[in-house]
């Protein structure tokens, strides 16, 4: 039971995520929606898989007297470490936004900001032990946030000593079938406007979408830009 409540949770919640998925998979293949549809379905399976895993380690352990915490968090970084999924989606994902947490990542990875936030909330959600396991999240929770506002001074002292540069970002406004209709012109037009900026603004770096280039270009990567401004893409 824990396991198949674990994977339609795994699946909604990843479904519900990239609800997106099928039109735009549908637009980028050309092979209609319903192609679309098969590989949304097909996706969200074998993301649903590893948190079916894990809710059955969580289950099998609890039952031994393991700390239901301690256990989650554990069961969730040993399946986002070591399961195959087609996906690189991980829990501590979710905090991508917050950045003295995301701190924590700089020391073990996406899979400690992971095992951090599992063992929060399943310390927060645990009905034994209430106040006790609230109180160990609460401590935990100020600790990791207090080492992230240190690192992040740290890191903002460092970006304010070092040396400048002025950077230009060129995006058009193309429309996806703009762009696999005339994918010379998106170049000529990105080009276009980079010239423009160049005269006025003179950048260090002028930084396009990795995407604007959608056909083999003849030239070795160094003399890729020279190429592109002196003549026709």
Same mark, same amino acid.
């Given at each position: 039971a824990a396991v198949l409540h674990s994977f339609w949770t795994g699946f909604c919640t990843f479904g519900l995520s990239c609800y997106w998925a099928p039109? +735009?998979?549908? =637009?980028?293949? %050309? +092979? %209609? =929606? !319903?192609?679309?549809?098969?590989? !949304?379905?097909? =996706?969200?399976?074998?993301?649903?898989?590893?948190?079916?895993?894990?809710g059955g380690l969580i289950s099998c352990f609890t039952k031994s007297g393991w700390s239901l915490p301690l256990l989650a968090a554990m069961a969730f970084v040993l399946v986002e470490s070591f399961w195959p999924r087609p996906l690189a989606y991980y829990v501590g994902s979710s905090a991508h936004d917050q950045l003295e947490l995301v701190q924590l990542a700089s020391l073990g990875g996406p899979t400690l900001l992971t095992g951090f936030i599992v063992f929060c909330a399943a310390a927060v959600a645990n009905r034994r032990h209430r106040k006790r396991y609230w109180l160990v999240a609460a401590t935990t929770a100020l600790a990791v946030i207090g080492l992230g506002s240190w690192m992040l001074s740290s890191i903002e002292k460092q970006i304010a000593a070092a040396p400048t540069a002025t950077v230009g970002i060129v995006q058009e406004a193309l429309a996806v079938q703009e762009k696999h209709g005339s994918p010379r012109n998106e170049v000529r037009r990105h080009l276009a406007t980079t010239r423009q900026l160049a005269e006025t603004t003179a950048p260090d770096l002028v930084v396009w979408p990795e995407t604007v280039v959608s056909y083999r270009l003849d030239v070795e990567i160094q003399d890729l830009a020279p190429k592109l401004f002196e003549g026709e893409p």
């Open positions: 039109e +735009a998979v549908a =637009l980028y293949s %050309g +092979a %209609g =929606l !319903w192609f679309g549809s098969t590989a !949304w379905f097909v =996706l969200c399976f074998l993301q649903a898989l590893p948190i079916a895993a894990a």
